[in-house]
T-cell receptor, first 114, second 113 residues
């Protein structure tokens, strides 16, 4: 089955700096790659996703890039703010829909220092 | 609009006891998921429902876990008997369909002692 590796496990950045989280996946058939943000005591919240027919997607300070050949994708957060502090999860699934089985990475705990 | 509601938020039980979790999805959402999240790890799918039908339960340990979604709305997840290793957060999520974004509830944190 699919295996998703996520790095780093923790990331500490100064407010205003950029943060980058990287994920690799094993199943070349995967074609849907969402990113989730999970704050303490809350469930994961989808922040951005990308499908395999797209190489990059941006939404304000958040961007995701996908390299299907290398089977890796990354989350980029620019101009980080204290409210960006949370655990971030990448995921991958086969099929177009979120309803297909999502395999999550192990998570990255991001701390933005004011 | 209310999000996915789960109860209880926290549950502490002794091993070998039964426990049940309840989930009320967002109104109109046909697809419902139960995920298991161990400490410091990503969620893992246990079971997915399309309306009242369980369409993917391959990861559900059927010897002790059971789930139901009567009438295709609310769902319950049960563990009987609970083991120490079942201590985790149990997340429920729902989506309009299998092709739509999944919204997660806050989860139920289970501690088995």
């Amino acid at each position: 089955g699919e295996n998703v590796e996520q790095h780093p496990s923790t990331l500490s950045v100064q407010e205003g700096d950029s943060a980058v989280i990287k994920c690799t996946y094993s199943d070349s058939a995967s074609n849907y790659f969402p990113w989730y943000k999970q704050e303490l005591g809350k469930g994961p919240q989808l922040i951005i996703d990308i499908r395999s027919n797209v190489g990059e997607k941006k939404d304000q300070r958040i961007a995701v890039t996908l390299n299907k050949t290398a089977k890796h994708f990354s989350l980029h957060i620019t101009e980080t703010q204290p409210e960006d502090s949370a655990v971030y999860f990448c995921a991958a699934s086969i099929g177009k829909a979120a309803g297909n089985k999502l395999t999550f990475g192990g998570g990255t705990r991001v701390l933005v220092k004011p | 609009e209310a999000g996915v509601v789960q109860s209880p938020r926290y549950k502490i039980i002794e091993k070998k006891q039964p426990v049940a979790f309840w989930c009320n999805p967002i109104s109109g959402h046909n697809t419902l998921y139960w995920y298991l999240q161990n400490l410091g790890q990503g969620p893992e799918l246990l079971i997915r429902y399309e309306n009242e039908e369980a369409v993917d339960d391959s990861q559900l340990p059927k010897d002790r876990f059971s789930a139901e979604r009567l009438k295709g709305v609310d769902s319950t997840l049960k563990i009987q008997p609970a083991e120490l290793g079942d201590s985790a957060v149990y997340l429920c999520a729902s989506s309009l369909s299998r092709a739509a974004e999944a919204f997660f509830g806050q989860g139920t944190r289970l501690t088995v002692v």
